[in-house]
């Protein structure tokens, strides 16, 4: 089981990012994918889940009409799509398969004020 996620940066408040999970050894589209975040200092949080079929999502309520989770089972890619970004963003995101306990390196986010 591998994840990478790419996509991460150095943004300017109020900016966009757009993050990349290419997941691969588990049959991806039969998994509900997860973001997750963890800032300096803190614990890793949940952000956003997406059922295997991509039906249905779900958001942790400070990033809501922000952050857009989708996927691609053709490609074994979940994305997050991150708008009007905050400083209280900056962190390293991960994504990860619902019950597989792996996480990949990351990508790190950073919002400058």
């Known amino acids: 089981v591998q994840f990478v996620e790419s996509g991460g940066g150095l943004v300017k408040t109020g900016g966009s990012l757009r993050l990349s999970c290419v997941a691969s050894?588990?049959?991806?589209?039969?998994?509900?994918m997860r973001w997750y975040r963890q800032a300096p200092g803190k614990e890793r949080e949940f952000i956003a889940r997406?059922?295997?079929?991509?039906?249905?999502?779900n958001y942790l309520d400070s990033v809501k009409g922000r952050f857009t989770i989708s996927r691609d089972n053709a490609k074994n890619t979940v994305y997050l799509q991150m708008n009007s970004l905050k400083p209280e963003d900056t962190a390293v995101y991960y994504c990860?398969?619902?019950?597989?306990?792996?996480w990949g390196q990351g990508t790190q986010v950073t919002v400058s004020s």
């Open positions: 990860n398969a619902f019950g597989l306990m792996k």
């Open positions: 050894g588990f049959t991806f589209s039969s998994y509900v």
């Open positions: 997406i059922t295997s079929g991509g039906g249905s999502t």
